[in-house]
Nanobody, 125 residues
Framework: QVQLVESGGGLVQAGGSLRLSCAAS????????MGWYRQAPGKQRELVAS???????NYADFVKGRFTASRDDAKNTVYLQMNSLKPEDTAVYYC???????????????????WGQGTQVTVSS
């Protein structure tokens, strides 16, 4: 099965840190650009950070200097290191793969717009 699984969310006090992980299932052979998004209650999903296949990261203004995205292609995993967390960072965080290849042992198949199930991040004041 082709899927992304986030982990690392939780409850943290303002000023604290969390590290989110997004692991791709073993069938996924390669992933191109990836993104971290978040959605707070009553709000639209918004892009937090993106990272290209070459490792270049871009960030939304509201997390610049506090969050760092990285990827380990050997593990097919991307990370989001979140420091200096604020209560307004509270949301469900999702990872997204814009495209990639999965391999079922016989065929390579391209996939598009793959989302994880999300992980809750709650920052208390």
């Amino acid at each position: 099965q082709v899927q992304l699984v986030e982990s690392g969310g939780g409850l943290v006090q303002a000023g604290g840190s969390l590290r989110l992980s997004c692991a791709a299932s073993e069938r996924i052979f390669t992933i191109n650009d990836m993104g971290w998004y978040r959605q707070a209650p009553g709000k639209q999903r918004e892009l937090v950070a993106s990272i290209t296949s070459s490792g270049k990261a871009n960030y939304a203004d509201f997390v610049k200097g506090r969050f760092t995205a990285s990827r380990d292609d050997a593990k097919n995993t991307v990370y989001l290191q979140m420091n200096s967390l604020k209560p307004e960072d509270t949301a469900v965080y999702y990872c997204n793969a814009n495209s990639g290849l999965d391999y079922d042992g016989e065929y390579y198949t391209r996939f598009y717009d793959l989302w994880g199930q999300g992980t809750q991040v709650t920052v208390s004041s």
